[in-house]
């Protein structure tokens, strides 16, 4: 079992949860001891919910489904200045975390994204990587913001990610948190952070038909995006 932060933990860690049990004891394992978990329950059958809290997280449901809905919820529940993001399927090193959240904590800057790195062969379906070239290919293009990567690892202070009023409860949040904080103003870096294959059965990018939809969420928010 992970140790338990500190009550005056530093960050909190929003995990959009759905039927990931088999993956959830070993991302609440890799947690650095700063860090209090928030695992959002957005309608999972298998036992999740009660699996992260028998590991000490702290659990929050959410029935409406979608990404963004489930960030959304977690990011209400936080009361850490700093709030990090992370998918809870076992595809990052969460040990990594503090690469992401270092630069936001130490005031260098306002939205940090995790550049994802395969760290196996088959981590990343050729489906998903190319998808996720084309669209961050298209930001730089229509928006100028330089990013490669539109993975869900990232760190912003709290109040600042509320400040964005994002709307988009679906696939496509990160890109719309992204866009708003390019529209903002605000300091935006990439950093690299390995990436392994998932546990378990993808819902998302890992599938086609997820990846397809997920397009369809982004390209929909590139194209509202002002020049």
Known sequence: MPKSPPRSALIDLVLPC??????LPGVLAGLPPNVRPIVV????????????RALGAHVIDE????????????VLAATAEVVAICDADGSFDLAELD??????????????????????????????????????GLIRLRTGIVVHDLGPMRAMRRQVLLGLDLHDRRSGYPLEMLLRAGSAGLRIREVTVSYFPRIGRSKVTGTLRGTLTAITDM????????R
Do not use: C, M
Not at 41 to 52: I, K, P, Q, R, Y
Not at 63 to 74: E, M, W
Not at 102 to 116: K, N
């Open 99 to 136: 690469r992401v959240t270092g630069p936001v904590l130490a005031g260098q800057a306002d939205l940090v994204l995790g550049r994802r790195h395969a760290a196996e062969r088959h981590a990343w379906p050729l489906h998903a990587r190319v998808a996720n070239r084309v669209l961050a």
């Open 18 to 23: 759905l039927d990931e049990a088999a993956a």
């Open 41 to 52: 329950d957005n309608g999972s059958t298998d036992s999740s919910a009660e699996v992260a």
């Open 219 to 226: 390209a929909r928010l590139i194209g509202q995006e002002k």
């Open 63 to 74: 029935p409406r489904r979608g990404f963004g809905s489930a960030v959304y919820a977690g």
